[in-house]
């Protein structure tokens, strides 16, 4: 399906057209998700996921546009939405010099390169979106993403994708238990997830709202992984969910549940203590 948008100049597959073919009232949130993929592709997740946001519209407050087309992401269309959710999209940024062996390991650029790299202009329309009062949400590998583009970093959290230690049933043990996101979810809850270690704490930079429970996967380092955080980033709002690695994650209400109010709250619609986490 191909609709038109942007006054005939751009035709994104997938995406419906914002403010035309589907108004919604002005307390809809209006979500862009983005599941384009240049690097490993989720698929069941992405598939499982994108059925149960597009169930869930009528009666989440919501209206999710879909797209795989990389270059939706550019100022003038994000201005239609409130949320830019980066839904296990594994984007690459454009390196402006291939030569230059330093910035190509920092983007880590896949052999051959891809067809539509992120641009720097949409690399800095993202990061305006967000800081100018926007929300953005990252689930997944969305952390496995944009590697080189500082911007985006920042808004993540500071930390990327460094390898995935388990894929198994793991705890993940729940920080603040009066954050809408997972609060519903107990001190603690199970999941049969891939579990990514990333580069950077996010703690630093990051209110935490679950974290691994190393002893449930035997890892005796002491080190501390964060699997869920927000943060703010200028006037916008960013949620992190590391977890949504298999369509069963999707297909659980407590972890799709979670993911909705994360939207909310990236939106400014529930309230959320954006202080740094402590440990």
């Known amino acids: 399906m191909r609709i038109l948008r942007q006054m005939a100049t751009l035709c994104v597959p997938l995406v419906a057209c914002a403010g035309q073919s589907r108004n919604a009232p002005a307390t809809t949130i209006r979500v862009l998700v983005v599941t384009a993929t240049q690097g490993f592709r989720h698929g069941e997740a992405i598939t499982v996921s994108t ?16 797209t795989e087309d ?3 992401l550019n100022a003038q269309n994000l201005a239609n939405y409130d949320v830019l959710f980066v839904n296990n999209a594994t984007l690459r940024i454009a390196v402006d010099n291939r030569a230059d062996s330093a910035a190509t390991a920092a983007a880590r650029w896949p052999k051959g390169g891809v067809a539509q790299p992120i641009t720097r202009e949409q ?18 590998s969305a952390v496995d993403a944009l590697y080189g583009s500082a911007e ?19 705890r993940v043990n729940i920080e603040d238990r009066s954050n809408a996101a997972v609060a519903h979810l107990g001190p603690n809850v199970v999941f049969r997830e891939e579990i990514y270690y990333l580069d950077v704490n996010p703690r630093a930079t990051s209110h935490v709202l679950a974290s691994l429970d190393l002893a449930s996967v035997g890892d005796t380092t002491k080190t501390d ?6 943060r703010r980033y200028g006037k916008g709002r960013v949620f992190v969910n590391v977890l949504g690695h298999f369509g069963d994650t999707w297909r659980r209400q407590d972890y799709f549940d979670s993911v909705l109010q994360g939207i ?11 202080s740094v986490s402590a440990r």
């Open 51 to 66: 059925e149960r946001l597009k169930e869930a519209e009528s009666t989440a407050g919501m209206r999710f546009d879909f």
């Open 225 to 230: 992984h964060p699997l869920a955080f927000i």
């Open 152 to 170: 985006y970093r920042e808004m993540v959290g500071g930390g990327l994708f460094q390898h995935h230690p388990y894929t198994r049933e793991a």
């Open 70 to 72: 990389p270059t939706a």
């Open 123 to 140: 690399q800095q329309a993202i990061a305006s979106f967000v800081r100018d009062g926007r929300g953005l949400v990252a689930i997944h």
């Open 264 to 274: 909310r709250i990236a939106a400014g619609r529930v309230p959320a203590d954006f």
